[in-house]
C-alpha cells in the first residue's frame, strides 16, 4: 500500500517534504483545505491536486490557491514550496449565476444551475424532493454558484458539498448522519483530548412578555340615578353591546358615527358611554348593563423539563436557567408560548464540543470475483479415424455428420472442426463452407453459424490426404445431449473434392448428401466422414473486487462516545477532522476529530442545523407546530365634509347654534 501526490496530474509524492502535508476536512458546505510543502518544481495556482491512499482512497482532491517560496537548499540547486489548496469549491465558482426562480423545487434549482453555470460537474449525489422555493427574488443576481447554494440551504434547511470527484451533493439534515468508524470506549485504540459543555446563553424557563389581547366578554352593571346622562367606565370597551332595562340598546362610537342614528355614544380613549341627544334620559332604579371586551397583557412562561433535569444530574441543583422575552407584537397567549418554545429549542440544550485522536479505520473489504476467462487451448471431443476411401463433394452440393454433444462440447459458443481432405478433381467448387446446422427430425436443419461459418477456396483443398481445419463461431451455446450436424456445402463452379470416409462409423451417427441447393437429404447410416470436433479450453480470469470501501473518519458521521469515568457519554456529530501522515510503509495516517453537539441528544443537535429561515418559519418544541405567516396589509382613512347651508336667522338653543354667537336679525 502507497499514497500518492498528484499535482496537474503529475505525481510528486517524492518531492514531498516530510511531515509538512495537512488536511482539513469540514462540515458539508464548509470549504475542505490541503496543504503540504514539495521540492522541485514550482506549482501553479489553478492547478488540481489529488491525494489518494491505496488503502483509504481519496482524501482530498482541489485546486492550489496560494503558492510560495519556503525554502532554497543551500547549493540553491533545489527550492521547496509551500502549497494552500481549496477543494473544488473554488473551480465550481468560475462562472457567476443571473437567474430568477418561482414555484420550484429547490433540487430543480440546485440542477438547473449546474447544468447552466458549472460545466465539469456531476450532480449523482443531488436528492429529489426538497421543498418548492415560491421565488429567489433577486436573490440570484450576479451571484456565485456556492452563494445560490447556500441560499437555497438557508431557505429549506438542507446542505450541499462537492465531493473529490467533483459531484455535487444536495440533501437534507436527517442524511448528514452516518455512523462512525468505531465506538470511544476504554481502551479502545484513540486518544482522547478534551470535552466541555458551554452554559453561555443556556435557558430551561422562558416568560414572555407580550402586548395586549382581548379578554373574553365582560359586563358591567349599575343603576340609573335618573339625573346623569354620561357615566365613566373602567377600562377601554372593544365589541360593546348594552341593555337598558333588559331592552337592548345601539351603540355608536364618538367622531366616527352619526349619533342620531343610536341610541347612545361611547368613547374608547376617554372611557366612557352617554346618551344620545335624542335619548331619553333613564329612569331612577333602571339596570343598565355594558358588555364588552377588554386589553389584558400578553404574559405567559414555558419550560423544558428534560434541560432542567439534565443540567441538574451534571452541576448539581435544581438545574433551571431563567429568561425572559419582551415582544409586543405577540398578540396571543398560543403566539407567545409559541415564540417561548422557540426560544427554549435554540438555548435550552446546551452545546457539546470535544475532541480526539487515532490512527484506526475500518478497513476496505475485497472479495475475490471471475472477471472473465482466458483462451488456453482446445480439447477433442469427437474424432473418427479415417480409411483409405473417400466419397466426392460435387460443387453446389453438400454432405453432412451429425454427432450428439456431450463433454466440453456443452454449451460451447466456438468450435474447431476438422475433415480430412484427399484429394480434388482437376476442376473444383469456387469453396468449401464448414456450417454446425441443428437437427430437424433426424436431417439438417438450419445453420448456427450464419456469420461465423469457416470457408476454405476450392483451389486450396488438397490433392493429397490432408486435415483441414477451421474454427467456427456459432450463433448460440450448443445444448449438452442434442444432436447437430457438421455440415460442408460446395458452392459454384465445376468438378468436386473428396472427403475421406472413417474406419468406423460412429454409433448413432449418420451421414447425409444433398445433391443440390434444393434437392432433399439423403441419409446413410453405413458411412461417416473423417472428422474431429474440438471444444475450446478456458482459464478463468480472477480478481479482487471492492466490496466495501474503507470506513474512515470523516465530517457528518456520528460518533457514539461511552467513557463514564470521563463524565462522557453520548452521541456527537463529528464537524472537523485534519488528517496528517504518520508512517510511510506500511502506510499511516493520524485523524484528529472535532466533535459537537447538544448534551441532549445528536438528534436535538441535527434539527438546530436547520437554517434559519426554516426556523422562522417552522416552531416545533414538542409535536405542535405553530406557523407565522408575515405580509402586509393596506388600510386607506379618509375624512369627507358634508357642509349644509343654512338660512338666517340663527337663533340661540338650537341643535347646530355656536354657543356665545347669536344673530337674530339678517336686515
Avoid at 87 to 95: E, P, V
Avoid at 257 to 267: A, L, P, T
Avoid at 301 to 313: G, L
Avoid at 556 to 580: A, C, K, M, S
Amino acid at each position: 500500500m502507497s499514497r500518492h501526490l498528484y499535482i496537474a496530474g503529475v505525481g510528486r509524492i517524492s518531492d514531498l517534504e516530510k511531515g509538512s502535508l495537512r488536511i482539513e476536512q469540514a462540515l458539508t458546505y464548509q470549504i475542505d483545505t490541503c496543504s503540504f510543502s514539495v521540492k522541485g518544481e514550482q506549482p501553479a495556482e489553478g492547478e488540481e491536486v489529488i491525494i489518494e491512499d491505496d488503502a483509504l482512497g481519496r482524501l482530498f482532491a482541489g485546486i492550489i490557491v496560494k503558492v510560495e517560496l519556503a525554502r532554497t537548499f543551500p547549493d540553491k540547486s533545489i527550492k521547496v514550496w509551500d502549497v494552500d489548496c481549496d477543494d473544488y469549491t473554488a473551480l465550481l465558482d468560475k462562472r457567476l449565476v443571473v437567474e430568477s426562480y418561482e414555484n420550484m423545487s429547490a433540487s430543480d434549482i440546485f440542477l438547473d444551475i449546474v447544468a447552466k453555470y458549472c460545466p465539469g460537474f456531476t450532480t449523482n449525489g443531488v436528492r429529489s424532493g426538497a421543498p418548492v422555493v415560491e421565488s429567489t427574488g433577486a436573490e440570484f443576481e450576479y451571484k456565485r454558484p456556492s452563494d445560490c447554494f447556500k441560499w437555497l440551504c438557508d431557505y429549506i434547511g438542507w446542505h450541499w458539498q462537492p465531493d473529490y470527484y467533483k459531484d455535487l451533493h444536495f440533501f437534507s439534515a436527517e442524511e448528514l448522519a452516518s455512523p462512525a468508524p468505531m465506538t470511544l470506549v476504554p481502551g479502545g485504540k484513540f486518544r482522547f483530548k478534551k470535552h466541555s459543555i458551554d452554559t453561555q446563553g443556556l435557558r430551561n424557563r422562558v416568560y414572555v412578555r407580550g402586548g395586549t389581547m382581548l379578554s373574553d366578554p365582560q359586563v358591567v352593571q349599575w343603576k340609573a340615578d335618573g339625573v346623569a346622562r354620561i357615566w365613566t367606565l373602567p377600562w377601554g370597551p372593544h365589541e360593546v353591546s348594552l341593555t337598558v332595562g333588559e331592552v337592548p340598546m345601539t351603540v355608536g362610537v364618538e367622531n366616527l358615527h352619526d349619533e342620531e342614528d343610536f341610541d347612545y355614544m361611547m368613547s374608547f380613549s376617554e372611557k366612557y358611554i352617554r346618551c344620545s341627544a335624542q335619548t331619553a334620559t333613564p329612569v331612577e332604579g333602571i339596570t343598565m348593563a355594558l358588555t364588552a371586551r377588554q386589553d389584558i397583557p400578553v404574559i405567559t412562561m414555558v419550560e423544558d423539563y428534560a434541560s432542567q433535569a439534565a443540567i441538574a444530574k451534571v452541576q448539581g441543583g435544581d438545574g433551571i436557567y431563567e429568561h425572559v422575552i419582551s415582544d409586543d407584537s405577540l398578540t396571543s397567549i398560543a403566539a407567545a408560548e409559541a415564540a417561548g418554545m422557540a426560544d427554549l429549542r435554540e438555548h435550552a440544550n446546551p452545546r457539546v464540543k470535544g475532541s480526539f485522536e487515532t490512527e484506526y479505520y475500518a478497513p476496505a473489504v475485497y472479495e475475490t470475483v471471475q472477471v472473465g476467462e482466458e483462451f488456453i487451448g482446445w480439447q477433442t471431443e469427437l474424432e473418427q479415424e479415417a480409411s483409405d476411401m473417400a466419397f466426392y463433394l460435387w460443387y453446389d452440393s453438400s454432405v453432412a455428420q451429425s454427432f450428439i454433444v456431450e463433454g466440453s462440447l456443452v454449451r460451447a459458443k466456438k468450435v474447431r472442426v476438422s475433415v480430412l481432405g484427399s484429394d480434388r478433381s482437376w476442376q473444383y467448387p469456387q469453396g468449401i463452407d464448414f456450417h454446425i446446422y441443428t437437427d430437424n427430425n433426424g436431417q439438417p436443419g438450419n445453420s448456427i453459424s450464419t456469420a461465423g461459418y469457416y470457408s476454405i477456396p476450392g483451389g486450396n483443398w488438397p490433392v493429397n490426404p490432408e486435415w483441414l481445419t477451421g474454427e467456427i463461431d456459432l450463433d448460440g451455446p450448443l445444448q449438452g445431449g442434442q444432436q447437430y450436424w457438421l455440415v460442408l456445402v460446395g458452392s459454384a463452379g465445376n468438378g468436386s473434392v473428396r472427403v475421406r470416409v472413417a474406419f468406423d462409423p460412429l454409433p448413432n451417427s449418420t451421414f447425409a448428401t444433398k445433391p443440390g441447393p434444393v434437392s432433399m437429404w439423403e441419409l446413410r447410416s453405413d458411412l461417416d466422414m473423417a472428422f474431429k470436433v474440438e471444444a475450446p479450453v478456458y482459464e478463468p480470469i480472477y480478481e479482487e473486487q471492492l466490496v466495501t470501501p474503507a470506513h474512515i473518519w470523516q465530517p457528518g458521521q456520528i460518533v457514539d462516545i461511552r467513557l463514564p469515568d470521563r463524565g462522557v457519554e453520548g452521541e456527537y456529530l463529528i464537524q472537523r477532522v485534519t488528517i496528517t501522515p504518520t508512517w510511510p510503509n506500511p502506510s499511516i495516517w493520524t485523524f484528529r476529530v472535532d466533535y459537537g453537539g447538544r448534551l441532549l441528544g445528536i438528534a436535538d443537535f441535527l434539527k438546530a442545523l436547520v437554517s434559519a429561515q426554516q426556523k422562522k418559519r417552522v416552531i416545533e418544541p414538542t409535536k405542535n407546530v405553530q406557523k407565522y405567516v408575515y405580509g402586509e396589509e393596506t388600510l386607506t382613512v379618509g375624512d369627507e365634509l358634508i357642509t349644509a347651508t343654512r338660512g338666517l336667522p340663527f337663533v340661540c338653543g338650537d341643535a347646530d347654534a355656536v354657543c356665545g354667537l347669536v344673530v337674530v336679525s339678517n336686515g
